[in-house]
């Protein structure tokens, strides 16, 4: 290969992972923290604002955590005067708008941490995107109200 030809290939590589990391970073997180449990809790909940600045429909398809066995979207509401919780496929996040993952609504359930995570603490988060973008976004551990124990499934 001619010498003069690494640099332009360099740029076309930095190019690529530069386009690949845009898509995912379309999608606006803002202020992701994780509900402090107990020592011995299994599942948690995550929450957040997902923004929209495009002119395009963002979907996030699923989530994940090396924090976590697994995570699932999910959606609290009220059926028959009791709170309820359900799976979701996916969030939508509409142009130029957001969708508010907070507790009594959409949130993220975490399953099976790793060990207890503590108040302080920052719990890496990955969210699929729709056409194979994701983003990682760092979710602090807060102390606060309920647990989501009392909801049913």
């Known amino acids: 290969m001619p010498r003069r030809a690494i640099p332009l290939l360099f740029t076309i590589l ?5 386009l690949d990391a845009r898509a995912g970073s379309r999608l606006q997180v803002v202020d992701p923290w994780v509900r402090e449990g107990p020592p011995v809790a299994r599942v948690l909940a ?14 996030v398809t699923a989530a994940e ?28 996040i509409p142009p130029g708008g957001q969708i508010t ?8 359930m975490l399953f099976d941490p790793d060990q207890p995570p503590k108040a302080g603490e920052e719990i890496p988060l990955i969210l699929h995107l729709a056409g194979g ?8 551990v807060r102390r606060g109200g309920g647990e989501h124990h009392h909801h049913h499934h």
């Open 14 to 18: 930095l190019l690529c992972t530069t």
């Open 46 to 59: 995550a929450f957040m604002v997902l923004r929209n600045p495009t002119d395009r429909l963002l979907v």
């Open 65 to 92: 955590s090396p924090r976590f066995g697994r995570v699932e979207l999910h959606r609290s509401f009220e059926e028959n005067g009791m709170m309820r919780m359900a799976p979701v496929e996916r969030l939508e």
């Open 101 to 108: 993952l907070a507790p009594g609504g959409y949130h993220l």
């Open 133 to 140: 973008g994701r983003i990682t976004v760092e979710a602090e």
